[in-house]
């Protein structure tokens, strides 16, 4: 279409905060050390959006990029978390063939399947569930992630998600993660204000 898809990031460039921001924090997306996960192959990025997008139909939703990126993620035991810069692009070009579509739901643009995207969910059942059994194995649901390497991952999200805003979002949009921002600073500092008193409690 030319336009690019104008989701929640998607605009015909990359989506988040610019690498020297997220590596002023080091917050950039880790790179995989090799052996440490299954290796996603090309294809699986377009293939996981429209299984995602397949079970959201099939529930009664429409969901937005973010929220797909997001069951990637926990579909995969928090193994294969796709870039916004891999996941947009990918919605724009699904949308271009048919299979998706979009539209605003009170500000935020929400995807689906057409009617033709549900059709080849469903001739390619198989494919689609595939994609998953990488992640599946009892070995790799026992392995799981480290907690640290959970939290930097999320951090980087919420970076992008905040960009996002920051670049895209309306004024009202603004004050509104303005205002989630601060309570989730605040709830953070109890967290540590807890575990001080914990520690307090142990050694005594």
Do not use: C
Not at 25 to 52: K, M
Not at 65 to 78: M, T
Not at 108 to 124: C, F, N
């Amino acid at each position: 279409m030319g336009h690019g898809w104008q989701g929640h990031a998607w605009s015909g460039g990359p989506s988040g905060p610019p690498p020297w921001l997220q590596g002023l924090f080091g917050l950039a997306q880790p790179t995989r050390p090799a052996g440490s996960g299954p290796r996603v192959r090309r294809g699986d990025v377009r293939t996981g959006i429209i299984d995602v997008l397949a079970r959201a139909a099939h529930a009664g939703e429409s969901i937005n990029g973010y929220q797909v990126i997001q069951e990637i993620a926990e579909r995969s035991n928090g193994e294969w978390r796709p870039s916004p810069g891999s996941v947009y692009p990918t919605i724009q070009q699904l949308q271009d063939e048919g299979l998706v579509e979009s539209d605003d739901d009170r500000g935020r643009r929400t995807i689906r399947l057409t009617a033709e995207g549900l059709a080849w969910a469903e001739q390619h059942a198989d494919e689609l569930a595939e994609v998953w059994a990488p992640f599946e194995r009892p070995d790799r649901r026992e392995q799981g992630t480290s907690g640290g390497a959970d939290i930097k991952s999320e951090i980087g999200q919420v970076m992008s998600a905040v960009w996002q805003l920051l670049t895209q979002g309306s004024d009202q949009q603004r004050r509104a993660a303005l205002d989630v921002l601060v309570d989730t600073r605040r709830r953070l500092y109890g967290i540590l204000a807890d575990g001080d008193d914990t520690a307090r409690d142990e050694e005594a």
